[in-house]
């Protein structure tokens, strides 16, 4: 028995992706787990675990595995390659879900790199009223509310959730492309006129002379 047929064994069994730390504790956590005698690996260290993953990884990859280790924001998880995608399909012929439209993912861009962010300084860079793709971009479990800015009427922001990352294969938000030189871009922001926005406080002057429906 090796330490990595243990983490082999842990990541087959997970219900969700395992971090280090918890594969490190389950590890270290077992009682007699052989007839041989005491659990050989309770005084492993997290290096250790680290290094046995990526020779787990490697391992796949030069056996041509039809499955990989792969890291996603929350931890390790073992993943079918995407290669065999057609096959897996087959296993679950539930409708496909509906692809954002241009419209919310424009939205959903502008959010992901400028987090947290209020509904009219969104509005202030596309130039039209977002509220029926933000409601879908919530529905969805993309974007989340994350509080309230501190600006007169206390407006309400919104940032991108842990189901985004995961959708879109992140670690974390520094993953995106490019993503130091488009959060230091300068963008429109919304100014505040009379008027009462969704949070109780000044409504911007954003332009909306188009209205995106809920449908996008």
């Not at 590890?27 to 675990?49: C, K, L, M, S």
């Not at 787990?56 to 931890?75: D, M």
């Not at 790199?113 to 969104?122: K, S």
């Amino acid at each position: 028995m090796t330490l990595s047929r243990v983490i082999e064994a842990l990541l087959f069994g997970a219900q969700k992706p395992l971090s280090i730390r918890e594969i490190t504790t389950a590890i270290r956590g077992a009682e007699n787990p052989t007839a041989a005698g005491p659990n050989e690996f309770a005084r492993v260290r997290e290096a250790e675990v680290a290094a046995a993953i990526e020779q787990l990884k490697t391992e796949y990859v030069e056996e041509g595995r039809a499955f990989q280790l792969i890291e996603k924001a929350e931890g390790w998880q073992l993943a079918t390659d995407p290669k065999y995608a057609p096959w897996i399909r087959e296993l679950f012929p539930a409708p496909k879900p509906a692809r954002l439209s241009a419209p919310a993912l424009e939205t959903l861009a502008i959010i992901a790199y400028r987090q947290p962010i209020t509904r009219a300084d969104v509005e202030a860079v596309r130039g039209v009223n977002i509220d029926g793709v933000l409601q879908t971009l919530m529905e969805r479990g993309l974007v989340k509310i994350a509080g309230r800015a501190e600006i007169p009427g206390r407006p309400l922001l919104y940032e991108t959730t842990q189901f985004f990352l995961d959708h879109f294969g992140l670690r974390d938000l520094d993953e995106l492309p490019n993503v130091e030189e488009l959060r230091k871009r300068d963008l429109p922001v919304a100014r505040p006129v009379a008027g009462i926005d969704d949070a109780g406080g000044p409504a911007s002057s954003t332009p909306a002379s188009t209205q995106e429906g809920k449908g996008d």
